[in-house]
């Protein structure tokens, strides 16, 4: 699939975000990294580091006053943005691949692979503002922004938001999985991405005796898959690559499964939906067994693998659950 054509915000740039206009003008972003979806869903192709190093920025202070890297905390971050009833609101998503900061000694904003869809509300302006003129003052309250959105507690989403990725026909989850797998292509050395971490546990303890049917579900995925291509796509260890631009859908399907748990672009959407579908004041109420409430875990849609994996599939990790089938039949062009 030709992404960019598919997704190229070209011809309608002058109906583009303001903040996407401002990052143009300012060169920030280039047209052919701008993309949209049919249903008014828009993103860059370029992460908030990269924004922020575009303009010499390249660290900050934390409230604590200790300095830090952008390319270790923002780098994972992009900016999307959706239309309301009151205008133009944006948020983040994060792509991260395997990661390995932390056994360098780096300190970084972590290093398991995945895809997080905010539901939160991001202040642009505080971004814009940085990119004219990045002072300590403006950095720091950045960060702070940044961390309110991705990461800190006792949030509350925008309505717009939720009401956009709760309906079954929102096609951004598709263009951002998309993004995803070509991300992760981009890290392939000599046509091969090694597995992450949290996907080799799992074939470790599939391979023991008596493993139980949901740790094998992603490693007899990989090997069904391998059969379907008619080749070894991953052979557990590694996943083979004939180029980050030209994936076979059993590439993408390989580096989906092993790096977010989702076995299918419809499961990896019905992810997202599942999540908003539980933005409410009942969903608030903290769940003793949980430590918190169901709220919070929904505001940020994760997906990725962890030890959440070995609980028991989830709706979505079924394929003939009717929440992927109505991303089937909303989406089967997917």
Known sequence: MDLIRRYSAGRDLDRAPDCFRDLLERGLVEEERLLKTEDGFWTARVSLSDLLKGRGITAFHNDRGEERRCDLFFDDWYLYALKGESGWICSLYKLREQEHELEQGLIADGDTPGVTVCFIRFDERLLLDCLRQGTEERMSRLNREIDRVVARQGQRHDPALKAYFI?????????????????????????????????????????????????????????????????????????????????????????????????????????IRYHAQFLTALARIPVPVLGKSVYASAIRADMTIDDNEFEGPAPFYRLDSPLVLEQLRCHPEE
Not at 182 to 197: T, W
Not at 212 to 236: E, H, M, S, W, Y
């Open 167 to 271: 309906s079954p026909n929102a096609q951004a989850p598709y263009l951002i999985a998309r993004l995803y797998v070509r991300h992760l292509a981009s890290f392939a050395r000599e046509g091969s991405l090694m597995v992450p971490d949290h996907y080799r546990r799992i074939w470790a303890l599939s391979q023991e005796p008596g493993a139980k049917k949901k740790t094998r579900r992603l490693p007899d995925f990989i090997r069904a898959n391998n059969q379907a291509a008619g080749r070894i796509v991953c052979d557990q260890e590694r996943i083979f690559l004939t180029g980050a631009d030209s994936l076979s859908v059993w590439e993408e399907l390989a580096l989906l499964a092993t790096h977010t748990g989702n076995v299918s672009f419809h499961s990896f959407a019905a992810e």
